[in-house]
């Protein structure tokens, strides 16, 4: 027996592998080439919704940092339009007060006009009767 590199090179029936084995695993390579081409298809189909997930996670990232600066504009906005609302109430208030104040002096300028008045008309129907007559 000759041994060539650790082979066994004897010829014989035992190494010739049936023919109906050979058709089994063709067979079976012909199933695991379909299924592998199943799953390539899969695959690609997989990756292309993961794609698009990324790309509407990426839109919904953007779409959220655009709301907050939204909402951080409309506080802003909110402050500004608080603050002029208390000064045009602080100005209100004040007008009120001074308005009662004008009419408190407009109603003592009244009265004060009224007493001359009753004043010279007692005084003038005093002095007819004392000159008068």
Same mark, same amino acid.
Not at 34 to 53: D, G
């Given at each position: 027996?000759?041994? *060539?590199?650790?082979?066994?090179?004897?010829?014989?029936?035992?190494?010739?592998?049936?023919?109906?084995?050979?058709?089994?695993?063709?067979?079976?390579?012909?199933?695991?080439?379909?299924?592998?081409?199943?799953?390539?298809?899969? =695959?690609?189909?997989?990756?292309?919704?993961?794609?698009?997930?990324?790309? =509407? *996670?990426?839109?919904?990232?953007?779409?959220?940092?655009?709301?907050?600066?939204?909402?951080?504009?409309?506080?802003?906005?909110?402050?500004? &339009?608080?603050?002029?609302? *208390?000064?045009?109430?602080?100005? &209100?208030?004040?007008?009120?007060?001074?308005?009662?104040? *004008?009419?408190?002096?407009?109603?003592?300028?009244?009265?004060?006009? &009224?007493?001359? &008045?009753?004043?010279?008309?007692?005084?003038?129907?005093?002095?007819?009767?004392?000159?008068?007559?």
């Amino acid at each position: 027996m000759m041994e *060539d590199g650790g082979a066994d090179v004897r010829g014989g029936v035992e190494d010739v592998m049936p023919l109906q084995r050979l058709e089994e695993v063709e067979v079976g390579l012909s199933t695991l080439s379909s299924e592998f081409a199943r799953m390539a298809a899969e =695959n690609v189909t997989a990756n292309t919704k993961l794609r698009l997930l990324e790309e =509407n *996670d990426h839109r919904h990232d953007e779409s959220i940092k655009e709301i907050k600066s939204s909402t951080i504009k409309m506080e802003i906005q909110f402050s500004a &339009i608080m603050a002029k609302f *208390d000064s045009l109430e602080s100005k &209100i208030f004040s007008l009120l007060q001074q308005a009662n104040k *004008d009419s408190g002096a407009e109603r003592k300028l009244w009265m004060d006009m &009224i007493k001359y &008045i009753v004043l010279i008309a007692l005084g003038a129907a005093a002095g007819n009767q004392f000159l008068g007559k």
